[in-house]
């Protein structure tokens, strides 16, 4: 029943896009509902532009500090998420990507995240693992399955 939510959201948003089309444009107009929605992808472009490029600068800032930059990372995927949102002509998703533009939404997207995430560290090699002889792994072929050359 839960893999059947995406799939059936992802059908009824199309549904809920022309319906906003319909009721925006009774209210203010055609031309002026045509224009929000090439404003919103202008402003999509712009602010993914803006809001990219300081992700970039944190994610580079976190790297030079040594740092995992997982927080940098998904902000700077959430801000990329956001402008295709703008970019898709609709209202509904104009809000959503408006949204995800806001710093405490991602904050809040951030905390929920890390809620299901567990770190485990495991280490690449055991403590003695320097001072054992490397294992020696043998081939048993018959001599149909080789040549010698005899030229060396």
């Known amino acids: 029943m839960l ?3 995406p799939a059936v959201l992802f059908l009824l948003l199309p549904l809920g896009e022309i319906a906003c089309f319909i009721l925006v444009g009774r ?3 055609v031309l002026p509902t045509l224009s929000l929605v090439l404003l919103s992808g202008v402003l999509g472009i712009l602010l993914m532009r803006i809001q990219g ?3 970039l600068l944190r994610l580079r800032q976190a790297a030079q ?12 995927a959430m801000i990329v998420v956001a402008g295709l949102l703008l970019l898709i002509p609709g209202f509904l998703t104009d809000v959503l990507g408006i949204a995800l533009f806001l710093p405490p939404v991602r904050q809040w997207v951030w905390k ?5 995430v567990v770190v485990v560290d495991i280490p690449s090699s055991t403590p ?3 001072r054992r002889q490397p ?7 018959d001599s149909d399955d080789f040549q010698r ?3 060396r």
């Open 53 to 55: 490029f300081g992700a």
């Open 135 to 141: 294992e020696i792994h043998t081939i048993d072929l």
């Open 3 to 5: 893999r059947l939510i």
């Open 112 to 116: 929920r995240l890390l809620k299901g």
């Open 27 to 29: 209210q203010i107009g």
């Open 149 to 151: 050359n005899s030229e």
């Open 65 to 76: 500090e040594g740092k995992l930059p997982g927080r940098e990372m998904l902000d700077a």
């Open 128 to 130: 003695d693992a320097d």
